[in-house]
């Protein structure tokens, strides 16, 4: 990935937010003939994001991604949110503005392994259920399932690990601009209420200033 020294991530912590807060990744790897395949698979980290570490998640049984050990990629998108020149002040004195995105991606390079073990593929659809259900007021779980549906379901699955082996993140945050159009653009997000990657893309903007301060 084409990375800007002035676009690194602004911290480990915010890498490791961004990859917990999205975690539906598109996952690469090539097939025997050396043709990519990319997947989405939600993937939940186990432990802090560095080698060593590991991503876990699962894929149907019919889905040809865990048959391909090996190398793999897991691309984690955050916010990304359009920026027109209009949210620069710069524009009314030189015009000197083109349209950009802004954008936070955390990239993880490593080796996938599947896993059909009946043990570990409910120890997986269980953290990635608690993980996910959370936030929800009545928290679903994998024992409210009947258990002959559970064993089914668990068939037809394949749990994958990508053993970590390195990590790439890139955070496109008008780093690059002066402070009054960084600024504008945070003032910009503000305004787009209909679009939830803004809020994202400002609070996240809104960090890394602080963090400078």
């Known amino acids: 990935m084409y990375l800007p020294k002035h676009f690194a991530a602004p911290s480990q912590e915010a890498i490791e937010s961004l990859v917990r ?3 539906l990744a598109q996952v690469v790897v090539a097939d025997t003939d050396g043709q990519l395949i990319c997947n989405p698979v939600p993937l939940l980290l186990r432990g802090c994001l560095q080698t060593g570490s590991c991503l876990v998640g699962h894929v ?4 040809p991604l865990w048959r391909h050990a090996g190398a793999a ?13 209009n949210a620069y002040p710069g524009k009314a004195e030189h015009h000197r503005v ?6 936070a991606t955390v990239q993880v390079r490593g080796q996938l392994v599947a896993r059909d073990e009946p043990a570990i593929k409910h120890a997986v659809v ?12 009545h928290p679903w779980s994998v024992s409210d399932a ?3 549906y559970l064993d089914a379901s668990l068939k037809a699955i394949v749990a994958i690990e990508i053993q970590i082996e390195s990590v790439t993140a890139k ?5 690059n601009r ?14 787009v209420d209909t679009d939830g990657d803004a809020a994202a893309m400002l609070q996240i903007m809104q960090t890394l200033h602080h963090d400078k301060h």
């Open 21 to 23: 807060d999205y975690p």
């Open 60 to 63: 149907a049984r019919a889905n």
């Open 73 to 85: 990629l897991a691309i984690f998108t955050g916010p990304q949110v359009y920026i027109t020149p």
């Open 98 to 103: 083109v349209p950009t995105y802004n954008y």
């Open 126 to 137: 269980n953290e990635l259920t608690q993980f996910a259900e959370q936030d929800q007021p």
């Open 146 to 148: 009947p258990e002959d």
């Open 171 to 175: 955070f496109k945050l008008s780093q």
């Open 178 to 191: 002066n402070a009054a159009d960084r600024a504008g653009v945070q003032s910009y997000l503000a305004g």
